[in-house]
């Protein structure tokens, strides 16, 4: 696609439920980044890919969130159990993966997520 | 990856340039220095990144001195479609590692 894609849009959910939150990132971009941010506040890293692995978990809050990816593209952040401390945005970046000046990340929309 | 300090807020009117300072003081070698810019309810959106003098786009302009401990982000002429939040971040571009943005700087821009 022309940009990061990420789905659900919008997610409502009850409080105990799983939920799954997917990102499709550039064609070609083999480093994955997954943030939450909630209203008002900066963005809180989570994990980042390179290809299929993870090299950084350290981000995700807890054991109730997880993430893959598969064929060095689409991802997949689970959580489960959800709290109403979880209601956030989810956004999701991808970029090139390589250092050096000119290399940017490129975000979706986000998905933002409402547990009640 | 070295830390980042930045002015929680700034305003701003029409028409004005403006400069948001970041500090860097434990900048590494082989560290690049990139800026972002986060509309309400849209992911952040790459503006520009350097790694030494001044680079200059079409939408901002970015000093770095000599010791690169710290950097400006300059915006000429803001209008009111610039208010926003600006993230400093070092690292070395995004070459596999996870990028780590701060509080940023919430610039708003008044008629």
């Known amino acids: 696609g022309a940009g990061v894609s990420q789905s659900p849009s919008n997610k409502v959910t009850e409080k105990g439920k799983d939920v799954e939150l997917r990102c499709d990132p550039i064609?070609?971009?083999?480093?994955l980044y997954w943030y939450r941010q909630s209203l008002g506040q900066g963005l809180e890293f989570l994990i980042y890919?390179?290809?299929?692995?993870?090299?950084?978990k350290s981000g995700l809050p807890s054991d109730r969130f997880s993430a893959e990816r598969t064929g060095g593209s689409v991802s997949t952040l689970t959580i489960q159990r959800t709290q109403q401390e979880d209601s956030a945005v989810y956004l999701c970046?991808?970029?090139?993966?390589?250092?050096?000046?000119?290399?940017?990340?490129?975000f979706g929309q986000g998905t933002r997520l409402t547990v009640v | 990856l070295a830390k980042t300090t930045q002015p929680i807020s700034m305003d701003s009117y029409e028409g004005q340039e403006v400069n948001i300072t970041c500090s860097h003081n434990?900048?590494?070698?082989?560290?690049?220095i990139t800026w972002y810019q986060q509309f309400p309810s849209q992911g952040p959106r790459f503006i520009i990144q350097?790694?030494?003098t001044k680079v200059t786009n079409e939408v901002a302009s970015l000093f770095i001195p000599a010791d690169r401990k710290s950097s400006t982000l300059s915006l000429p002429r803001v209008s009111l479609s610039d208010t926003a939040v600006y993230y400093c971040?070092?690292?070395?571009?995004?070459?596999?590692?996870?990028?780590?943005f701060g509080t940023g700087t919430r610039l708003l821009v008044s008629p």
């Open positions: 970046a991808s970029s090139l993966g390589v250092g050096g000046l000119g290399t940017e990340a490129f």
């Open positions: 064609s070609g971009h083999t480093a």
């Open positions: 890919f390179q290809g299929n692995s993870a090299p950084d």
């Open positions: 434990n900048i590494a070698t082989n560290d690049y």
């Open positions: 350097g790694y030494k």
């Open positions: 971040l070092v690292g070395r571009g995004t070459g596999f590692q996870k990028l780590v």
